[in-house]
Every structure is written in structure tokens, then in C-alpha cells.
């Protein structure tokens, strides 16, 4: 099957991480996945939330939101409440991050992810990770040095991708346009490329065999090493 933008089945779309996007957040990146765009921002806290306090430990958390004319009808701003897919969306986003650090190191520090998506074209909560991820090891590498932290702060490398299969043929890295028509969407998170953080899977149209999500598993674990070698190109020398 020809794909739109004429990519192999198993081709994820090119990506471009701009670092240090905003200059006032303590970790910042513009990240473009084709033509999804999101800028992810983490921001250092001098305290936990209050359920966490006393008890010596980090916190890492997320939030995500799709800017108004991020798709091609305007997305109205949740200004009082949050919907079910935001608050999904965002407590995956942190969760896969959470797993990237010592909280220990980190001490009785939180930090917050602000996933923004500018264009939204497939794929959004998969390239938060991947931008997240950057932000956030940018913000511990300034940490580091402010505070003189001889502790490794990020124990692991976190990516992320989403997968599918449409008219029976399994896709890598869906646009919007083959992702709302898909029979079988996935998205996966992995640590280190090597373990599995999180597998969403669902056959919106059909159920899918056992081969099948072998092969959609092996295509996402070589796309996130793929993925791994490019964040980490950004990051500097925050990983041991």
C-alpha cells in the first residue's frame, strides 16, 4: 500500500528536535514529527506536592494540551476542567517520564512536563514522550550544575511510538489521516529500548492475531532505537 507521504510500511516520519526553544524554562524543545509539532517545556519545582513531602523523594509529572488551531477545526481551550483523553494523555506522558529518573537523586524536587501541541497530524502523545524526554534531561543537566549533583539523575533513555495496521497492513508512525482510519491503533513507550513501559493497544475495527502483534512489537522496539539515538544526540552528557 502507497503511503501518503510515500514512506515504507515501516518507516517512521522524519523528526527534528530543536533545543532550548524557550529560553526562560529550565528544559525546552520544539519537536516535529512530520507534520506534528509540539513544544515540550519542564519546569524545576523547589517542592513536592504535599502527599509527598517528608518522604526524601523526586516527583515527575505532565501536562498536555492542544493549542486552538492545532487541528483543522479550532480546539477549544479546557479552561475548567480537563477531558478524559487530556487527563489520559498527560498521565501517560507521566508516567513514561517518571520511569527516566532517580527520584531518589532528585530529592524533595518536582518537576513538571508541559507538553503544547502546535499542529496536531498523528501521533501527538508518542512525540510528547520523545520531546519530554529531551526537556527533561536538559533540565536535570542544568540541575546538575547548579547544585553541584554528583548523583546520576536519569537512570534511563525513555522513547516512544505509535503503530498501527491499516487494510490489513501494519503501519509504523501514523499520520493522522492513516491513525483515524485504522483498524488497529498502538502506541508504545520503552526504556532504554530495550523494556516495555507501557503498551496501549486496541482493535478499533477488527481484533488482530498473535503475529501480528509480534511484528507491531519488534517494528516499534527498532523505531525507538532509532528514535533513542536521535534524542540522545540533544541531551549532552546527563547519562552515566
Known amino acids: 500500500m502507497k503511503r501518503i507521504d510515500n514512506r515504507l510500511s515501516n518507516e517512521i516520519r522524519p523528526i527534528q528536535i530543536t533545543p532550548h526553544f524557550i529560553k526562560n524554562a529550565d528544559g525546552s524543545v520544539l519537536i516535529e514529527m512530520g507534520n506534528t ?3 515540550c517545556n519542564a519546569t524545576l519545582l523547589p517542592n513536592v506536592p504535599q502527599w509527598l513531602q517528608g518522604q526524601g523523594t523526586g516527583w515527575v509529572t505532565a501536562e498536555y494540551a492542544l493549542m486552538p488551531q492545532s487541528t483543522s477545526t479550532r480546539v477549544a481551550r479546557e ?3 480537563l477531558s478524559g483523553r487530556t487527563q489520559e494523555i498527560q498521565r ?10 532517580d527520584l531518589q537523586a532528585l530529592g524533595e524536587r518536582a518537576i513538571i512536563v508541559d507538553a503544547d501541541v502546535i499542529e496536531a497530524d498523528g501521533g501527538t502523545r508518542t512525540a510528547s514522550i520523545i520531546g519530554g524526554f529531551v526537556a527533561l534531561a536538559l ?3 542544568k540541575l546538575k550544575i547548579k547544585e553541584n549533583i554528583k ?4 537512570k534511563h533513555k525513555i522513547s516512544a511510538i505509535s503503530i498501527g495496521v491499516l487494510h490489513g497492513e501494519p503501519l509504523l508512525d501514523l499520520c493522522y489521516q492513516e491513525d483515524s482510519n485504522a483498524e488497529v491503533d498502538m502506541n508504545i513507550v520503552m526504556q532504554d529500548a530495550s523494556s516495555f513501559i507501557e503498551i496501549q493497544g486496541t482493535g478499533e475495527k477488527t481484533s488482530f492475531d498473535r503475529k501480528t502483534l509480534d511484528l507491531l ?3 516499534s ?3 525507538c532505537t532509532k528514535i533513542q539515538e536521535i ?3 540533544h541531551i549532552g552528557p546527563v547519562l552515566p
Open 37 to 39: 509539532r509540539i513544544i
Open 79 to 81: 479552561r475548567t476542567s
Open 92 to 101: 501517560l506522558i507521566g508516567r513514561s517520564l517518571r520511569a527516566a529518573v
Open 139 to 141: 533540565c536535570l543537566q
Open 151 to 154: 548523583e546520576n539523575l536519569l
Open 217 to 219: 512489537l519488534d517494528w
Open 221 to 223: 522496539q527498532e523505531a
Open 231 to 233: 534524542q540522545v544526540k
